[in-house]
């Protein structure tokens, strides 16, 4: 039953006064509703809704475990899968230093039990040259078939990671709006498209997510009631996060001025003795993270001196031509005092900051919007978001602007929501500002779980009576999640109603947003029940050849012909435009949302090339009288 009008409003002062004192609390209590008989449901911390959540966890799991099994390795799944052996054979690093080895040796170690084929002849001791792709190649064409179920394996692997990151959307969304805040969180993340679909992966980006959301909570805990050991654990879990990828190297300056944030307001009624208690424990945080980063490398290279490192980008190795045309690295701390300095971090953690920021350097070419231009855009991202993100989950946001500005009561202390918004506003900043390539919508997905927490709020509306705005916040929900389960379990290629839906996402954006060559099984499959689709030309979007799948093709042919034909979407836009005339067809079939599959007669071939200007093709019998006349027949 409701509330009456008195209880409501006592409820309303209560929650007042939590959220006002809750700056100096270690927790925001729940807070129990009682009904006109006096019973006390406990609707935000009951057992119900932990229920469901676990039961969405489930669900998200058997999701991720069915997606992997159904899909082919990704572009940089299959450099990914072998380096990650090798960490487990050698104990070396520098395959794919550009990302840190925590995330592929999790997603290696079943792999490795199972005792694959490997091949590392196309192994080079230069990390700068990125030999990785060229040895994954490799281990697919050596296991041939049986690489798919390889990568299945380390794709299960790493399913955990997603779990975590859906465990810490419901603990820390309960813990500042209620167990109810919780549910929806856990339910923005479970059904998310982009969470689903790179958490069926052994890409870092979810480990990472999912890291750094943990690392983040914890150090929420400690500012909240500081201690040696809640300082020991956010610094552990800041090393594992740091070791998932290089994003994360945001918090070590970032933590301490949060930390300054936090005390500010209390500076007066802190002493000297407590100041220097926490800052020591924040030292330790520090440290902790910085040790398991070197922990986590065998400590391969920690303390190597800067000025004995060749690096390649013009961030630290400086420019020179005649050295940058050659491939040779050179150092531009070399011969100063700054190169006698012992770098604290592992080799090939640093060498990885500066093959990446090489990469960065080229100012690669980029795709938006039709558009194909060597630099890329500022707003890239928040497009891409506005594309790619459901819409439901996009009136979520600004409902939750709208009461966190409007409505009291429904935000925590703006110290708590700092520690939210911070890395997220962070994360976003540093991301938009390289804009020497924008390829991926997945670079800026560590600032998800943070948005779905600090959105979760919208859930109290209930209970302040405002049931209009609470049924718009159920019908949200409602959209995002059947907008998403409407594309799965081709979660990659995902693009909301206002983006047109996946088969339109490619006049939108390309590369992983699109097309990743996650679909080739797909084709194999549509293949097999429609043998008459043969011969068959295919442009597959993939570093490995798709006859490993058991598909015989031949490449198809640069301007219209008949046949059967089969292009990935990313081949199609491609920036040669070598095959953008089968945008002028009707595709026949899909495999999933990235590969389109075309039956071009002879009327429609003739009809395109007419179009663009090319000479008609002649029909099966003029063909054969003009060989005959040829012959002299």
């Not at 084929?117 to 080079?124: A, P, R």
């Not at 700068?128 to 490799?138: K, L, N, Y």
């Not at 070590?252 to 209390?266: G, Q, Y």
Request: aromatic share 14%; proline share 6%; glycine share 8%.
């Amino acid at each position: 039953m409701g509330l009456s009008p008195s209880e409501s409003g006592k409820l309303f002062l209560y929650e007042f006064q939590v959220v006002a004192s809750s700056s100096n609390q270690p927790e925001v209590p729940h807070r129990r509703r009682r009904d006109n008989a006096g019973s006390v449901p406990c609707v935000r911390s009951s057992r119900l809704l932990r229920s469901v959540a676990v039961a969405l966890m489930m669900v998200h799991a058997s999701m991720l475990a069915w997606g992997a099994f159904r899909h082919s390795p990704t572009w940089d799944e299959v450099a990914f899968l072998p380096a990650g052996i090798s960490h487990w054979q050698f104990a070396r690093f520098d395959l794919y230093c550009v990302n840190p080895p925590l995330v592929r040796s999790i997603a290696a170690l079943p792999v490795v039990l199972a005792a694959p084929e490997t091949d590392w002849s196309n192994f080079t001791a230069a990390p700068q040259s990125r030999p990785e792709f060229r040895i994954g190649d490799r281990f697919m064409e050596v296991n041939g078939e049986r690489s798919f179920r390889l990568f299945t394996l380390a794709r299960w692997a790493c399913i955990p990671f997603s779990l975590l990151g859906a465990y810490l959307c419901f603990r820390w969304a309960g813990e500042l709006y209620g167990d109810l805040a919780g549910v929806l969180a856990v339910t923005l993340w479970c059904f998310s498209p982009n969470v689903i679909a790179h958490g069926q992966l052994i890409t870092p980006d979810v480990g990472a997510t999912a890291l750094g959301i943990a690392a983040a909570y914890l150090f929420w805990k400690w500012l909240k009631r500081p201690s040696w050991s809640s300082a020991l654990a956010a610094g552990f879990v800041l090393g594992l996060a740091e070791l998932a990828k290089m994003i994360w190297v945001v918090l070590f300056p970032l933590w301490p001025l949060l930390w300054l944030v936090w005390r500010w307001p209390l500076r007066r009624d802190l002493s000297r003795r407590v100041w220097f208690r926490e800052g020591r424990q924040l030292g330790l945080i520090l440290l902790i993270g910085l040790y398991v980063i070197n922990l986590g490398y065998g400590f391969e290279g920690t303390f190597q001196k800067l000025g004995d490192y060749r690096f390649v980008s013009h961030a630290l190795g400086g420019y020179e031509p005649s050295i940058e045309q050659s491939g040779m690295g050179r150092n531009r701390f070399y011969g100063s005092w700054l190169g006698e300095i012992p770098v604290p971090l592992p080799k090939y953690y640093l060498i990885g900051i500066d093959v990446q920021k090489r990469d960065f350097d080229r100012k690669l070419w980029s795709y938006l919007r039709g558009e194909w231009r060597q630099v890329g855009w500022w707003y890239y991202y928040l497009y891409a978001m506005a594309v790619k993100v459901p819409l439901g989950t996009g009136i979520l946001v600004v409902l939750a602007l709208f009461v966190g500005l409007f409505r009291r009561g429904y935000a925590a202390s703006w110290r708590d929501e700092l520690m939210l918004l911070a890395p997220l506003v962070v994360v976003l900043t540093l991301v938009s500002s390289q804009t020497a390539f924008n390829h991926h919508l997945r670079y800026v997905l560590p600032i998800f779980p943070f948005a779905f927490i600090w959105m979760s709020k919208v859930a109290r509306m209930s209970e302040f009576g405002h049931r209009k705005l609470a049924a718009v916040v159920v019908a949200a929900m409602a959209w995002s999640i059947s907008s998403s389960l409407c594309v799965y379990p081709h979660s990659l290629s995902y693009f909301n109603e206002l983006a047109g839906g996946p088969g339109n996402g490619h006049s939108h954006l390309a590369n992983s947003n699109t097309d990743w060559s996650q679909d080739l099984l797909y084709l194999k499959r549509w293949l097999d029940k429609h043998p008459q689709a043969q011969p068959l030309h295919l442009a597959f979007n993939g570093g490995y050849d798709a006859g490993i799948a058991g598909i015989e093709y031949a490449p198809p042919p640069t301007e219209p012909k008949p046949g059967w034909h089969a292009l990935s979407v990313n081949k199609i836009r491609s920036r040669t435009r070598r095959y953008e005339y089968f945008l002028r067809f009707e595709p026949v079939a899909m495999a999933g949302y990235s590969i389109y599959i075309y039956h071009v007669t002879l009327d429609e071939a003739n009809r395109v090339r007419r179009e663009l200007g090319l000479p008609p093709l002649p029909n099966d019998r003029k063909r054969l009288k003009l060989q005959r006349n040829e012959r002299g027949e």
